[in-house]
């Protein structure tokens, strides 16, 4: 399809990126690049060289600097028309539908094409005029890429950017190079607690033969796993990302090599390996003691339902025992969802904390020691299967809906926040007698926060973020005031049964805040000092089961943030270790022949790796980097295009 000549005015904002990016060359690194190479920059204002942009890319994409940290270099793929000024079309990728990849600053590249591609955004599409003068290499020579380009002609490309892959050098020595072709989903919370990690992965040779895989395993950051690779990629990503691996051998096997194990390949000695890793999820430990490990499968859905204490839900249930054993199974089949209210003991305590981590649409796997789950007495006394005494269970739960209780935001009447205050304080001096201090307190800090996050509850002098959402407010009374301290003062009583001594404190810091004379919080405060935190717990196990907003809400409080295209001049890569040298890729297939949801403790046995077409010769494209897309679980397959490999260094 010819490019429309129909253009106006180019786009002043290509301009001024670039006049911003050589001023700050001027400025800021004159030392570093010298007053040749600045000159050479600001002569790329040339005239001819102009953008018009026909499509905008996607919102938020996630792009890092090359001054940022461990930063390697950007693989694109585009697609592309280049013709002459008259019209006459020279090159097309879209003749035989086959993207162009290559790394920005490659040194085929043509140089004008290289400056064009990084001042776009993936997803965008956009024309180009470049003049002569940069339809070269950057070092003069004759470019492959774009191919059969006319000499000293002035050239219009249109162009589309359809993925940016950012590469990583873990160590900044090109021993284990980190390729993001998924990055983690927008706004999932990420565990800073956990040592564990549950991850798929499949590592080959450069001929493609598969040396280990797995479509599940879990492993200890600080023991790791397999290779020394692995503990180290996986400390640089979140989860939901997924990667691939270009691991030198001193990261691998070193000089010794791995002979064979079983039935999967032996590494030979000095072998660059090549993985695709995913990073599922944390082990998160959780529960009044840290005793229930969660793993999460697929994450919620995009409305972010999380489950608070006493929220009425619907759930699929699996429970097993940890030789596969079935005891336990509601919610499949013809089977309505099993509904239960959460935190009321209406299940056993691992279910209850379990599901109160949970978002809706959340799939997760559970596992539960004995004093969460039958204990000594076994289920004799439950409708379900025999589960032994002293049995440790696994749970898979799939969160199918919650309805939490009504947010006093939306509470319009002063009586209904004292009589639904009044009624969590109730319950909690209920649980508090029976010795259910972790669900007492959670009663009396929904109390507390019934009180704080309603609009009648806003205290002089303090900051309230409900005055932000324009929401009429009034200054909290004598009565409500007094209840707020009264459930303060229990919420630390609880906080020190359960040997939380420092969050008791704070507790009655806060009492003093509003009341400094207060005697009973001065002494409480004052022999506090002398226990210290033993604490072993869930961080957010005492206050799990309250959203201070509802989400509707939340994104009103967000600050908007304006994002403008990021142009990534290839000059600026010089003081990283990517010298723009070819690369290229193994053809490797990474399949999974396993479900998500039936994970292993050990890597499966691999077959070799059967050879695949290259997706450079059948236009196969992975998933653009600051995709928002949800990890489906699985490692895909036909992903020969995803493990490059960098050639013989200049160095070497």
Same mark, same amino acid.
């Given at each position: 399809?010819?490019?429309?000549?129909?253009?106006? @005015?180019?786009?002043?904002?290509?301009?001024?990126? !670039?006049?911003?990016e050589c001023?700050?060359?001027?400025? @800021?690194?004159?030392?570093?690049?010298?007053?040749e190479?600045?000159?050479? @920059?600001l002569?790329?204002?040339?005239?001819?060289?102009?953008? !018009?942009?026909?499509?905008?890319?996607a919102?938020?994409?996630d792009?890092?600097?090359?001054? =940022?940290?461990?930063?390697?270099?950007?693989?694109?793929?585009?697609?592309?028309?280049?013709?002459?000024?008259?019209?006459?079309?020279?090159? +097309?990728?879209?003749?035989?539908d086959?993207?162009?990849?290559?790394i920005?600053g490659q040194e085929?590249?043509?140089?004008?094409f290289n400056?064009?591609?990084?001042s776009?955004?993936?997803g965008e599409k956009?024309?180009?005029?470049?003049?002569?003068?940069?339809?070269?290499?950057k070092?003069?020579?004759?470019?492959?890429?774009?191919s059969?380009?006319?000499?000293?002609q002035?050239l219009?490309?249109?162009?589309?950017?359809?993925?940016?892959?950012?590469i990583i050098?873990?160590?900044k020595?090109e021993?284990?190079?980190?390729k993001?072709?998924?990055?983690?989903?927008?706004?999932?919370k990420?565990s800073?607690s956990?040592?564990?990690?549950?991850?798929?992965?499949?590592?080959?040779?450069?001929?493609g033969? +598969?040396?280990s895989k797995s479509?599940g395993v879990?492993?200890?950051?600080?023991?790791?796993?397999?290779?020394?690779?692995?503990?180290?990629?996986?400390?640089?990503?979140?989860e939901g990302?997924?990667?691939v691996?270009?691991?030198k051998?001193?990261?691998?096997?070193?000089?010794?090599?791995?002979p064979?194990?079983?039935?999967?390949?032996a590494?030979?000695?000095?072998a660059?390996?090549?993985?695709h890793?995913?990073?599922?999820?944390w082990?998160?430990?959780?529960?009044?003691?840290?005793?229930?490990?969660k793993?999460?499968?697929r994450?919620?859905?995009?409305?972010?339902i999380?489950?608070q204490?006493?929220?009425?839900?619907?759930?699929?249930?699996?429970?097993?025992?940890?030789?596969?054993?079935?005891?336990d199974r509601?919610g499949?089949?013809? =089977?309505?969802?099993?509904?239960?209210?959460?935190?009321?003991?209406?299940?056993?305590?691992?279910?209850?904390?379990?599901?109160? #981590?949970? @978002?809706?649409?959340?799939?997760?796997?559970?596992?539960?020691?004995?004093?969460h789950?039958?204990?000594?007495?076994?289920s004799?006394?439950h409708?379900?299967?025999?589960?032994?005494?002293?049995?440790?269970?696994?749970?898979?739960?799939?969160l199918l809906?919650?309805?939490?209780?009504?947010?006093?935001?939306?509470?319009?009447?002063?009586?209904?926040i004292?009589?639904?205050?009044s009624?969590?304080?109730?319950?909690? =001096?209920i649980?508090?007698?029976l010795?259910?201090?972790?669900?007492?307190?959670?009663?009396?800090?929904?109390?507390?926060?019934?009180?704080?996050? +309603?609009?009648?509850?806003?205290?002089?002098?303090?900051?309230?973020?409900?005055k932000?959402?324009?929401?009429p407010?009034?200054?909290?009374?004598?009565?409500?005031?007094?209840?707020?301290i009264?459930?303060?003062?229990?919420?630390?009583?609880?906080?020190?049964?359960l040997?939380?001594?420092?969050?008791a404190?704070?507790?009655?810091?806060?009492?003093?805040?509003?009341?400094?004379?207060?005697?009973?919080?001065?002494q409480?405060q004052?022999?506090?000092?002398?226990f210290?935190?033993?604490?072993?717990?869930d961080?957010?196990?005492?206050q799990?089961?309250?959203?201070q907003?509802?989400p509707e809400?939340?994104?009103e409080l967000?600050?908007?943030?304006t994002?403008?295209?990021?142009a990534?001049?290839?000059?600026?890569?010089g003081?990283?270790?990517?010298?723009?040298?070819?690369?290229?890729?193994?053809?490797?297939?990474?399949?999974?022949?396993?479900?998500?949801s039936?994970?292993? #403790?050990?890597?499966s #046995?691999p077959?070799?790796a059967?050879?695949?077409?290259?997706?450079l010769?059948?236009g196969t494209?992975?998933?653009?980097s600051?995709?928002a897309?949800?990890s +489906?679980?699985?490692?895909?397959?036909?992903?020969?295009?995803?493990?490059?490999?960098?050639?013989?260094?200049p160095?070497?």
């Open positions: 399809m010819p490019i429309s000549h129909e253009l106006g @005015e180019p786009d002043e904002s290509f301009y001024n990126l !670039w006049k911003e001023e700050e060359l001027w400025e @800021e690194e004159d030392e570093l690049w010298g007053d190479d600045v000159e050479e @920059e002569s790329l204002r040339h005239p001819g060289f102009n953008k !018009w942009t026909v499509q905008q890319g919102a938020g994409g792009h890092i600097r090359a001054k =940022d940290k461990n930063f390697y270099c950007f693989e694109v793929q585009v697609h592309f028309t280049g013709e002459l000024v008259d019209g006459t079309q020279f090159v +097309s990728s879209r003749e035989n086959i993207p162009e990849r290559f920005l085929d590249v043509m140089h004008g400056l064009a591609v990084s776009m955004q993936p956009a024309i180009f005029t470049i003049p002569s003068a940069l339809t070269m290499t070092a003069g020579s004759p470019a492959s890429i774009p059969n380009i006319p000499p000293n002035t219009r490309f249109e162009i589309e950017l359809i993925a940016m892959f950012t050098d873990i160590f020595d021993g284990i190079l980190k993001i072709v998924k990055n983690a989903e927008p706004d999932r990420q800073h956990s040592d564990f990690v549950f991850v798929k992965y499949d590592a080959c040779l450069m001929d033969t +598969s040396v479509e879990e492993f200890s950051l600080t023991d790791g796993f397999f290779c020394p690779a692995f503990a180290h990629a996986v400390h640089t990503m979140k990302e997924e990667a691996l270009i691991v051998p001193k990261y691998a096997f070193g000089e010794q090599g791995r064979s194990q079983g039935e999967e390949a590494v030979p000695p000095d660059t390996l090549y993985v890793l995913l990073f599922v999820c082990i998160r430990r959780i529960g009044e003691d840290q005793a229930i490990a793993k999460t499968l994450i919620g859905n995009s409305q972010r999380h489950t204490s006493q929220a009425v839900v619907k759930v699929r249930l699996l429970g097993k025992l940890q030789d596969g054993t079935v005891f509601r499949y089949g013809d =089977d309505e969802p099993f509904e239960f209210v959460v935190d009321e003991g209406q299940v056993i305590d691992g279910l209850d904390e379990s599901v109160m #981590t949970m @978002e809706e649409g959340e799939v997760a796997e559970f596992t539960i020691p004995p004093q789950a039958f204990d000594a007495v076994g004799d006394q409708q379900f299967a025999f589960v032994p005494r002293n049995a440790t269970v696994v749970y898979k739960i799939e809906s919650v309805v939490n209780e009504k947010h006093p935001l939306y509470i319009p009447s002063r009586d209904e004292v009589e639904y205050a009624r969590k304080e109730e319950e909690g =001096d649980y508090f007698n010795g259910k201090h972790l669900r007492a307190h959670r009663r009396y800090f929904k109390a507390r926060q019934i009180i704080e996050y +309603s609009r009648f509850g806003v205290r002089r002098g303090k900051i309230n973020l409900i932000l959402l324009s929401i407010t009034s200054e909290i009374d004598a009565q409500l005031e007094e209840m707020w009264s459930c303060t003062f229990k919420a630390a009583k609880c906080a020190i049964q040997g939380c001594y420092m969050q404190s704070c507790y009655y810091s806060e009492v003093l805040n509003y009341d400094v004379a207060n005697v009973q919080a001065q409480q004052t022999l506090l000092q002398e210290p935190d033993g604490s072993s717990r961080p957010d196990a005492m799990r089961g309250f959203e907003f509802p809400y939340e994104s967000q600050l908007n943030a994002f403008t295209p990021a990534f001049s290839p000059r600026r890569k003081e990283h270790p990517y010298r723009g040298e070819i690369i290229g890729f193994p053809d490797v297939q990474a399949n999974s022949s396993q479900p998500a039936t994970p292993s #403790t050990a890597p #046995t077959n070799p059967t050879p695949q077409t290259n997706a010769a059948t494209s992975g998933t653009p600051g995709s897309a949800q +489906s679980g699985t490692i895909n397959t036909n992903r020969g295009f995803l493990f490059r490999c960098f050639g013989p260094s160095t070497s």
